[in-house]
């Protein structure tokens, strides 16, 4: 089967909470569409796929950018929904006890402290900067430019690179 | 006002007590609190969900309108983990689905377990069986300590600092116990070297002050009688005092020598003792316990943090000992010689300990970075060399060259910059110390010039010796706690594996003999983490003899109904009887040696084929190995490797291809000689020549025994005379193959399916030939 890329022609509407339905130009609808991405740590607003209750995809956003700009609002409430990957304004404080880390943090989303297993597995840093750090409980957080912390969180942060 | 929720994750938040008094007021009772940390838009807040018999209301956050639901109005309600938090919604009377609780992962586990609370309840689940199990759901779901705020090992684990150390103690000392009489000797050497360690400073200083000089009263009676004893002649009173200091370094070191082998001694036999017993541990822990704690994580606690905690133990008992007294030692010889001036050496201790204190905290993280660019050189290497494969086939050379240089240079960049400051360091202390001298010299030559009582050239000569000694155990104290904090980390991983409890054993169990194989289900339900149910109700019956094949998609629970049938996992809830018993009633290594297991993807241990065969029945005679490789169409490839049976297989069994890994472990099947037999998608990873071969295998071992095949090829199951079709962890088909044709279901769809492949297949084979 063809795979679908949507573009400015198709329409998506809000279903309910993160899904959504889409309405291919040619009149093909698909109800109660999940939007997940593909490359969600280092595209995230490209190459949307949509997937259906049983998990199969039935269509692909190449770029939310090229959408028209109600479908393109509506797709980012829905990954904004389904996908939380707070991003760290400051480091408030690090603690190391017996070999388990304990970051309190400062995000968009409020202070948070959290725990981190394994520092080498769970704090990656990437070419451009970017730190993306996984916490005891799986969730993720995201730094995404380091140089542009603080002096004393890029100092609490300068132990861990 | 009473307020008090016993059953709830974290303290309440305040803005959620308001709740809690109106649903009292109103009559009803709180069962128990789930305490969120996201509100509705995915921000960070504390909320709540509390939850009465009828009904749950939600808290999220002070600024919003408090929801209530009635569990009656809810349909199909569920939790939805998502990326980095989860939702529970339900359905309601208006068809709508509505999300009424946002959380991050920390707190999914109880929430999966809520969402089944309310369906169970709304479905007239039984009210206090439902609290309970919410309740113990609560004690396996804290993955902090709720005393000390500390992250567990796993969730629900017992916290270490919060423990009785004196049970800890115990535990551990049962390891050292047998040792203790070596220890005490060990202690009573190091304390005699730690004294012969004092002498020599005395002896240095009383040459420097009455054989160099000639001044008349020592310090030191003892020393003044020898004098006389020589008639006062310097020469000879200088040999003496050389063969006084030879003496004393014989002694000391050769009692340092008997020592550290002592030493070594109890401590190798002590991580001896406790690694064995670790690794006898972990063979007996049950399947549930690895599927929690990865197999590195595990091989890591018997390898290295044994040692760990070894090397803690050692020491504490000794070097402490060892240190300790040494310091009192030095204090107490230099008191006894010149007060102010120990007073005055002792001014560099409080800046050692500090300094050593900042260094070991500023230089850890140092070498932590270089030890991090390292380790990323090396998982390259471990990368990449073992894909050679792939490398040189897509012509990656140049670009894996290239990565590894990368890394390297990064290593190199940052090991030079860091190496600067971490070379320092020690130094730095070195020379803090070195100053201390510098007082004494100070302090005390400018005594010595002036002629002060007590002062002598000698005196700070042995000052200063003393002072240089003083290092090694104030550094070795002030860094203790880190050693501390180390050896607990790794008494709590060993302790996770001594105190957990292995596989259950019914007391009066029965030996389970031989099998006529006849096997039950009745009413099985079973879960992993209590969200899914991966079986649920299964029912069935498989007399002796017959041969029957399960079939149903990945993850539809065919691989768990072995899995249960093996005793791998006993949590579930229903029977399952062989033979008319209850499984879990037999003596558990009598009944799995009537089981005979092969797996998809077979494990080979790095040994010979030989071994590797006579590992299901220890003590086999090698007729009856030769014989299972022959009933398992191996002994042919067998005969023809150079090696023959004393083919040694690498890890993994590299050496021999996948089919013939098969074969062999069906020869392993075929030895023990068992009533029951599973192939778990034996062929599932072989060409058809190969499966024919082990089909043929497979059908001269199955003759007269029960017999289960989970297959995906339906052409696996030709043999079988009764087929069970899994589908979501229920049996949706069973009966004949030909009863299952007739039925039209989902059998006769997936033969249909594969039956057009292996058609297309045909004519695309006819086409090429």
């Known amino acids: 089967m063809e795979r679908i890329y949507l573009t400015s022609e198709d329409r998506i509407e809000l279903f309910e909470n993160n899904l959504v339905t889409v309405t291919l130009a040619d009149g093909r609808t698909f109800e109660e569409l999940e939007p997940r991405r593909l490359f969600p740590v280092n595209m995230p607003e490209k190459y949307i796929t949509l997937l259906d209750k049983d998990g199969v995809e039935q269509c692909v956003i190449r770029d939310t950018g090229e959408l028209n700009s109600s479908s393109s609002d509506i797709i980012r409430k829905s990954l904004n929904d389904y996908y939380l990957v707070p991003e760290i304004l400051r480091i408030v404080n690090v603690s190391d006890k017996y070999g388990i880390l304990r970051w309190e943090v400062d995000t968009d989303r409020g202070r948070k402290s959290f725990d981190i297993r394994n520092r080498n597995h769970d704090i990656r840093v990437s070419a451009d900067c970017s730190i993306r750090v996984r916490d005891s409980d799986d969730n993720r957080y995201v730094i995404s430019d380091y140089r542009m912390l603080d002096t004393k969180s890029r100092k609490l942060l300068n132990t861990e690179l | 006002m009473s307020t008090e929720i016993i059953l709830k994750n974290k303290e309440v938040p305040e803005g959620a007590l308001p709740i809690v008094n109106r649903i009292k007021k109103s009559g009803e009772e709180v069962l128990f609190v789930i ?502 109700d299964v029912t069935f019956t498989i007399e002796p003899g017959e041969v029957v094949g399960i079939v149903g998609t990945t993850g539809s629970g065919k691989s768990t109904l072995i899995n249960l049938l093996m005793r791998f996992y006993d949590g579930y809830s229903g029977e399952i009887l062989v033979d008319g018993h209850n499984i879990k009633n037999f003596n558990l290594p009598t009944y799995r040696a009537q089981i005979g297991y092969v797996q998809q993807d077979p494990m080979m241990f790095s040994d010979t084929i030989f071994n590797n065969i006579a590992f299901s029945k220890p003590g086999a005679s090698v007729e009856d190995v030769i014989h299972a490789a022959d009933v398992a169409n191996a002994h042919g490839f067998i005969a023809r490797q150079p090696d023959a049976y004393d083919t040694w297989l690498g890890e993994r069994g590299t050496g021999v291809s996948g089919g013939e890994k098969q074969r062999l472990s069906i020869a392993r099947a ?29 059908d001269k071992l199955i003759e007269g025994k029960t017999t289960l095949m989970i297959a995906h090829r339906l052409s696996t199951l030709r043999r079988a005379n009764r087929i069970i079709v899994v589908d979501n962890g229920k049996i949706i088909e069973n009966g004949s193959p030909a009863e299952l044709m007739a039925a039209k279901g989902k059998y006769y769809k997936l033969v249909q399916i594969q039956s057009m492949t292996a058609e297309a297949e045909k004519i695309r084979e006819e086409e090429r030939l």
């Open chain 2, 35 to 536: 305490v969120g940390d996201l509100n509705l838009d995915g921000n960070y807040d504390s909320t709540a969900l509390l939850f009465t018999s009828k009904r749950v209301y939600t808290f999220d956050g002070k600024d919003r309108e408090s929801m209530c639901f009635a569990y009656s109005d809810m349909t199909d309600v569920t939790s939805k983990r998502m990326y980095g938090n989860a939702t529970l919604s339900a359905g309601l009377p208006d068809g709508a689905r509505k999300i009424f609780f946002r959380y991050t992962y920390g707190i999914a586990s109880l929430c999966d377990a809520a969402a089944l609370f309310i369906e169970h309840v709304r479905n007239g689940g039984d009210l206090n069986e439902e609290t309970a199990i919410m309740a113990v759901t609560f004690e396996k779901a804290l993955s902090v300590c709720p005393k000390c705020g500390r992250t567990l090992l796993h969730p629900g684990a017992e916290c270490i600092m919060c423990r009785s150390k004196k049970k800890i103690i115990k535990k551990l000392f049962v390891y050292i116990r047998p040792q203790v009489p070596l220890l005490c000797v060990c202690v009573v050497l190091s304390i005699m070297t730690t004294f012969m360690a004092l002498v020599p400073p005395a002896i240095t200083g009383f040459i420097v002050d009455h054989v160099f000089t000639t001044s008349n009263k020592s310090s030191y009676r003892f020393f003044d009688r020898i004098s006389e004893l020589l008639g006062g002649d310097p020469g000879k009173l200088l040999v003496t005092m050389i063969l006084c200091l030879l003496f004393t370094y014989v002694l000391q070191y050769g009692i340092g020598i008997i020592r550290s082998h002592l030493m070594r001694k109890a401590g190798d036999k002590t991580v001896y003792a406790l690694r064995n017993d670790i690794y006898r541990k972990v063979q007996y822990l049950p399947m549930r316990f690895f599927d929690r704690t990865s197999t590195g994580s595990v091989i890591n606690r018997v390898a290295s943090d044994s040692a760990t905690l070894q090397n803690f133990m050692l020491r504490i008992t000794q070097e402490a000992v060892v240190h300790f007294f040494q310091m009192i030692g030095i204090i107490v010889i230099m008191l006894a010689m010149n007060p102010l001036l120990t007073l005055l050496s002792l001014i560099p201790i409080p800046f050692i300990v500090v300094f050593t204190r900042f260094f070991s905290i500023k230089i850890r993280p140092l070498y932590h970075r270089i030890w991090k660019r390292w380790s990323s050189v090396v998982s390259t290497l471990s990368d990449t060399i073992p894909c050679i494969k792939v490398v040189k086939s897509f012509t990656g050379e140049q670009r894996t060259v290239g990565r590894f240089e990368k890394k390297n240079d990064e290593w190199l960049k940052i090991d030079l910059r860091l190496g600067k400051i971490a070379s320092a360091f020690p130094q730095i202390v070195s020379f803090v110390i070195t100053c201390g001298s510098l007082i004494i010299w100070g302090f005390g030559g400018s005594k010595v010039i002036t002629g002060a009582e007590g002062y002598s050239a000698g005196l700070i000569v042995t000052f200063i010796s003393y002072a240089s000694m003083f290092y090694n155990p104030v550094s070795f104290f002030a860094n203790l706690s880190d050693s501390f904090q180390g050896a607990l980390a790794s008494t709590e991983k060993i302790l996770d594996i001594l105190e957990a409890e292995p596989e259950t054993q019914e007391e009066n169990s029965v030996d389970a003999g031989k099998l006529n194989g006849k096997i039950e289900f009745l009413h099985v339900g079973f879960s992993f983490d209590r969200s899914k149910k991966v079986l649920d």
């Open chain 2, 670 to 698: 075929v030895l023990m000689d068992p009533s029951i037999l599973i192939f778990d998608e034996a062929t599932a990873a072989v060409d058809s020549e190969t499966e024919r071969l082990i089909q043929d295998a497979i």
